[in-house]
T-cell receptor, first 115, second 114 residues
Framework: GAVVSQHPSRVICKSGTSVKIECRSL??????MFWYRQFPKQSLMLMAT?????????EQGVEKDKFLINHASLTLSTLTVTSAHPEDSSFYIC???????????FGQGTRLTVV | KQEVTQIPAALSVPEGENLVLNCSFT??????LQWFRQDPGKGLTSLLL?????REQTSGRLNASLDKSSGRSTLYIAASQPGDSATYLC?????????????FGGGTRVLVKP
């Protein structure tokens, strides 16, 4: 299957700083990438959908100025958590989809802890 | 709005027993349904994908059925092993016009005891 690499796998940052998470499709071109957030023992909640070269579409309740998403190339999307607060601590997962595939493939996830 | 429910939320069985995991969804206009496995602190591994026109998919000890009209899917895992312990998530993808979004169920946490 197709491979999606997410980096870093874990990050700890101080309150007020910004953190960038990368999502790369290694062996296919991802026309669409999705960013999810997962709280402990809960399911995945879609945060936003990004298409290459376009602005991301955010789900209701997700602050677009806080969670900046860039999808500048067909193999890379980034999520930047700006001015992070402890309540932003969570598990963030990306997935990538190409027009050639009927399914999306998932990264390994990033555990963000804001102290 | 599509809602996906998984029952039970948690399941504990002795090794060797068959597992039956249930997933239900409210809107039958789906493009496909997918079952995933998630180990603690890890990402998702796709297990089976069933297109809306299909009734079931099989891979090794895993079999997933889909009844779109009643909004149900069932994942069967035969002869469970301790290595099957994980959280299993089902997700439905709506028709393309709805943006190809995946809606996830809450998951079933499975523990297979040796």
């Amino acid at each position: 299957g197709a491979v999606v690499s997410q980096h870093p796998s874990r990050v700890i940052c101080k309150s007020g700083t910004s953190v960038k998470i990368e999502c790369r499709s290694l062996d296919f071109q991802a026309t669409t990438m999705f960013w999810y957030r997962q709280f402990p023992k809960q399911s995945l909640m879609l945060m936003a959908t990004s298409n290459e070269g376009s602005k991301a579409t955010y789900e209701q309740g997700v602050e677009k100025d806080k969670f900046l998403i860039n999808h500048a190339s067909l193999t890379l999307s980034t999520l930047t958590v700006t001015s992070a607060h402890p309540e932003d601590s969570s598990f963030y997962i990306c997935s990538a989809r190409s027009s050639a595939f009927g399914q999306a493939f998932f990264g390994q996830g990033t555990r963000l802890t804001v102290v | 709005k599509q809602e996906v429910t998984q029952i039970p939320a948690a399941l504990s069985v002795p090794e060797g027993e068959n597992l039956v995991l249930n997933c239900s969804f409210t809107d039958s206009a789906i493009y496909n349904l997918q079952w995933f496995r998630q180990d603690p602190g890890k990402g998702l591994t796709s297990l089976l994908l069933i297109q809306s026109s299909q009734r079931e998919q099989t891979s090794g000890r895993l079999n997933a059925s889909l009844d779109k009209s009643s909004g149900r899917s069932t994942l069967y895992i035969a002869a469970s092993q301790p290595g099957d312990s994980a959280t299993y998530l089902c997700a439905v993808q709506m028709i393309k016009a709805a943006g190809n979004k995946l809606t996830f169920g809450g998951g079933t946490r499975v523990l297979v005891k040796p």
